[in-house]
């Protein structure tokens, strides 16, 4: 039942968010509009409440990432799922399934329908039967050729008035951008020029939040999602939100109220949801969208993955200790959400704060000498800047100045993981990534789309076959992984909120503690970052606990840690 209170809180966020651009009178029926939905909802639905554990994993996986020639694909993948992964993953992610025309789904045409070839709701809300669902809400922008914006140009509902546009005057100097085409648009629109706003390409037109009633649509959008068996939801490009005149049209005030409205909101269902908000961003900027515990239920650990990547190819752990040793803790209700692949490539943009420029080019040279290509951005001044690197971990970690041959490329890529898996937060685990999969050159030559080099789809039957071959590639990377995720899930001291800090050893070894919430399990998580035997005094008390992941070879009360040997001594 929603209190006096709740509904203050709701009004509040709205003045916030709209007291300069609408009439009191107008703010009282979006208000209205979001309460009727609260108890539209809850009146449908009985209450369902589920917790974090450290049994929480997620996979990220299109729902064609793994395809059948017979069967839809979303059909397919909980087949597969049920079969292979069920066991040590309990929330999958599902990248946009909605029709789009670009962007590997990104450019929605229609938020109310599933991509045909992918399957339908009932498909979605059967495979929700067997796992948590995270889903993308498509938030920033939408498809030049969807729906809204064919009604945006007829001035017709839905869509009049959805797409950003501004006039010549508006001072667009300061704006941060994650790409580098041209940000703006001329159009001839009823009877006047505009400038349509396009943050990442010409196919996705920025929508106007300034109009409450997208704001409104995205609301019943959750609803829906949630109807069909979401219960996670991802912010894309959530940072870029509102745009002001003159401002740098990223991180604004109001976006930041606008995830407050949506964590109210679900704070209110009967039906308990997560937020997650996607920002690659600065670690300081990144970190903001916990707010005070009153924004994102997680954000993605996007400083991880290159300072993960950075270490081990460089055999150094400075810059990973001295990040995580300032990285805040979590408190209840929020959590980090670890990662080290996904869709897209290995962020640039945390690094900054974090890398010098010297350190930063090195980067950068020694993957592209591994096989990356680059996307960029244009900053302020208008020169191009890397944005990511676009490259599969795999071809990421293959090779270093150290390691030449490859040699370790194996045991580099299992302790990533294994950092990754035991971090403070929640694993997530890119599809391909689970089977040791290399950069897709021959879609990159058929597209040109850097991205697509760490988008590959398996067949169904192949991937099957492959794993059943103790000996393949898939079904080595595989075992190696999910062995990982088989002793996280019985560790209390893994628990996404457990205490951590860091255990300094030396520039080649990275170490951190995790206490158990209730105090009763510690495990000292130990990696050597070297290709060379690294030998380790640790606390007396340390060398006869139980290491989680096998055998420990201890010389003298010193610990012996082979070439990229990862250990997890637990005191029970």
Sequence with gaps: MLTQKDQKTIRSKLNNIYKIF?????IDYIENEIIQIIKSFNKKNTKRKKDISEKTSLVICYCDSVYSEKRKSIKVFQTFFQKILKKYFNTIHFLPFYPSSSDSGFAVKDHYKVENKLGNWKDIRNISKLSN??????????????LWFKNFLKKKEPGKDYFFTVDSKFDTSNV???????????????????????????????????????????????????NNGVTIFRLDAIAYLWKENGTKCINLKQTHEIIKLLRNIINLLNIQTTII??????????????GKNDEANWIYNFSLPPLLIHAFLFE????????????PKTKNGNCYLNFIASHDGIGIRPTEGIFDNKTLNNFIKRLKKNGSKFSYRK??????????????????????????????????YLAAHAIMISFEGIPAIYFNSLFGKSNDEAKYVITGNNRDINRYKWNYKSIIRN???????????????????????????????????????????????????DKKQTIICVTNLSSKIQEIRLNKNYITWDNLIGKINIKKKILVLKPFETIWLSNK
């Design 22 to 26: 609408l009439s009191k009178k107008d």
């Design 133 to 146: 669902i995270m889903a993308d809400m498509v938030i920033n922008h939408a498809s030049a050729r969807g």
């Design 176 to 226: 941060v951008r994650p790409r580098d085409h041209k940000l703006l648009k001329k159009i001839k629109i009823f009877k006047k020029s505009d400038y349509l706003w396009r943050t990442f390409s010409a196919d996705q037109i920025d929508l106007n939040f300034r109009n409450p009633y997208v704001l409104i649509q995205f609301i019943k959008i959750m609803i829906h999602l949630i």
């Design 277 to 290: 908000t996607e920002t690659n961003l600065p670690e300081k900027e990144n970190l903001t969208y916990f």
């Design 316 to 327: 150094n752990s400075s810059y990973l200790n001295k990040w995580s040793n300032k990285l």
């Design 379 to 412: 900053d302020q001044k208008y020169s191009k800047k890397v944005y990511e690197a676009n490259i599969t971990v795999f071809d990421a970690l293959k090779k270093s100045d150290f390691d030449p041959s490859g040699k370790f490329f194996f045991e580099r």
């Design 467 to 517: 794993l059943k071959d103790k000996k393949s590639k898939q079904s080595v990377f595989y075992n190696s992984i999910i062995k990982l995720l088989e002793i996280r899930r019985k560790q209390k001291a893994f628990h996404p909120n457990a205490f951590r800090c860091n255990v300094k050893i030396s520039s080649k070894v990275y170490s951190f503690k995790r206490i158990s919430v």
